[in-house]
């Protein structure tokens, strides 16, 4: 197996696909607004999308368009997630399907649309046509294009997220944008995977979903999960080459956790990234939910903000999580260093220096279980009080 | 049913209880930090405990005490919650438990033992000893001494919490004290209710449990647990009055609630206090988690900071609510407007003033069911953020 990860690339890496962004006018920032992927030679593809009950209209097209396992096209906007508009945001999110499939000489069902942004505000519909009627006209397969692709995606983010994993004679390349709500498993967080492998659909699926669950869905920033969470992946098959499933899976999962770490460092109000493991449990899904009950807990993630060893804070989060454990064998590690034995201090506790920006919290349950999990989150922070307190008015 | 509800009573105001509060040096600020409280008429008692798994000594040596539904006194301390502290904070818990009956010509278990402040830190026993003394000699019945033992208990509490509901011939008081950790049900909360009704420690028990259900159970400040929360009351009987088990249960339901509405008032950082009531569910339990759901959603409660009627939040917090609900058909309404109608934007819904320091929101799920409840939470301020990422250091 021999793969190369580097952020020095596009969704217009690998052969076969063309993307475009344009400024539709939908942001008042004026930023770019609307993007496009395009796959020219293939038409495999795989979406996983938002846990939430409350699905933007977006999803509901997109998870039918995808339910055959192809897509040859997905339409991006970002400053308005097309969420919770009634009956008038699914029209709308279908007329932007269909608009792009007529443009591109496609069926409708062959486009995927994905929007992001403010919740409950009407699409502008006028700004959006002309910018799908610009996209379309607007195509190429340079890493210009696809540069612009990963720009046009983004709200609060602070920077692009792109990655390309190269193998031998094929690629997985992606963008990302995604910044708070990244819970409890994807979050207003939009990924475009592309490959020019040549998998079917089944493969891809099995790839993405395996890579997901132990990259995407253990980000947790905030708790909150948005209503259009969508990861879609894409193989044109134009290198010919079918790699070993094993090898595809890596570069799949390879591609995803470089993503999700942008995604963690870019979180919104970000300071510090904590990543959190669990070990010692019965298992690795109780490993997996204490993580996530301390990687929640605004306490602890106060204290990390504040840069502060206050290991008790972790010992009553891990206390709530709905997960075995010997309430009076509950080891913390910080940075490497034991705080916490025995479910007591260790000597030194308090001078543990936690001032850098990346923190790792290690908690054994005690039960001698086999079972360990990690989960990444992020401190919280008077920046997340602010972008967060400010966003719609 | 004739009751009265005044903040202007205190622990000491019914018959037969007296109280004490001491400066004993455990809090580096010089403020008063231990305080009791002794049944001198009687020793019917009931308790309610925290929930969380992992449990500070004094709850295990309370807990044990009260088993038998008596208590004849409790010993409170402040600036240390003799929390993860090992065998050690066991053996100080039961030592503080020892002292004090010793010096109040008691047995061991009729004395509870609680402890608020930092988790992890070992108890200071030499102050803690002499405070223990001093507070046995310096009891009295009078206003004075029941306002001292409140403000001993409190810690970052900007005022002590005080009730007094009287009935005739008869009344229950209390004190509290609690600020972040309000959730879910209880937290780094301490009560002490005192009475003179002649009721036997089952008519506490139900009274307390039934009253605790709808007040203290339904504050979710920050979704956090503290290891420490106690609500003990205590019955003297001194009155010579057994009220009717109506008026009675009405009588501890107005003390907590009143209590419960100060706890979220002083809560660490608010500058609003929201109260967030779910309506339209399959039953009450549905309901009240989804209110939780909702309360405990940062981006809701950043949203609540800035004022901001940005209800779309609301809708995708509900929407991971683990509860039966109609996506499409949700309804929301803030400070009695409707913002949102069938799972959309209603018309003005942007303009509805929050800027209040009192926030109701409405939340139907669209089921037409009967299930509705209640919980009480607050915004995420700076404050919050300030006051919990700089508490140990």
Redesign the interface.
């Known amino acids: 197996m021999d793969l190369t990860v580097t952020r020095d690339g596009h969704v217009t890496s690998p052969a076969g696909f063309s993307a475009a962004a344009v400024t539709a006018g939908i942001k008042p920032s004026g930023n770019p607004d609307m993007a496009i992927v395009v796959n020219t030679a293939g038409s495999a593809a795989a979406a996983l999308f938002t846990?939430?009950?409350?699905?933007a209209a977006p999803v509901k097209v997109t998870r039918a368009a995808v339910a055959d396992g192809t897509l040859r096209a997905v339409v991006y906007n970002s400053g308005n997630?097309n969420?919770?508009?009634?009956v008038?945001?699914d029209r709308d999110a279908e007329e932007i399907q269909s608009r792009a499939a007529a443009a591109l000489d496609l069926d409708a069902a062959e486009v995927g649309v994905c929007s992001t942004g403010?919740?409950?505000?009407?699409m502008p519909m006028a700004e959006v046509r002309s910018g799908v009627d610009a996209l379309a006209a607007g195509l190429g397969e340079d890493a210009e294009h696809g540069a612009a692709a990963a720009g046009a995606i983004l709200t609060t983010d602070t920077c692009s997220k792109e990655v390309l994993v190269s193998g031998d004679g094929w690629s997985v390349a992606g963008m990302a944008k995604g910044v708070?709500?990244m819970a409890?498993s994807l979050a207003t967080m939009l990924v475009c995977l592309t490959t020019d492998a040549d998998v079917p659909a089944a493969r891809l699926d099995a790839a993405l979903r395996a890579a997901a669950e132990v990259t995407f869905d253990t980000l947790d920033v905030?708790?909150?999960?948005?209503?259009n969470d969508t990861v879609v992946a894409m193989a044109s098959g134009a290198s010919g080459v079918t790699p070993d499933a094993e090898t595809f899976d890596a570069a799949v999962l390879a591609a995803c956790r470089d993503l999700a770490a942008q995604l963690q460092a870019d979180a919104e109000g970000v300071t510090k990234r904590v990543a959190i493991t669990v070990t010692g449990a019965v298992d690795d899904g109780q490993a997996r939910t204490a993580a996530r009950v301390i990687g929640?807990?605004?306490?602890v993630k106060?204290?990390m903000?504040?840069s502060?060893?206050?290991?008790?804070?972790v010992?009553?989060?891990?206390?709530?999580a709905p997960v075995e454990?010997d309430?009076?064998h509950?080891t913390v590690t910080f940075n490497g260093t034991p705080v916490?034995v025995?479910?007591?201090?260790a000597p030194g506790?308090?001078d543990v220096d936690l001032s850098g920006a990346d923190i790792d919290v290690q908690v054994d349950l005690g039960l001698g279980g086999h079972g360990h999990g990690t989960v990444r989150t992020t401190d919280?922070?008077?920046a997340?009080?602010?972008i967060?307190?400010?966003?719609?008015?």
Chains 1, 2 share one sequence.
């Open positions: 846990r939430n009950k409350v699905v997630a969420a919770c508009n009634g008038a945001g403010l919740i409950g505000e009407p708070g709500m409890p905030d708790g909150s999960t948005s209503t929640r807990d605004n306490l106060c204290a903000f504040g502060d060893p206050n290991w008790g804070r010992l009553a989060a891990v206390g709530m454990m309430p009076d509950i916490c025995d479910s007591a201090g506790a308090r919280l922070s008077h997340y009080v602010e967060n307190s400010a966003y719609s008015s």
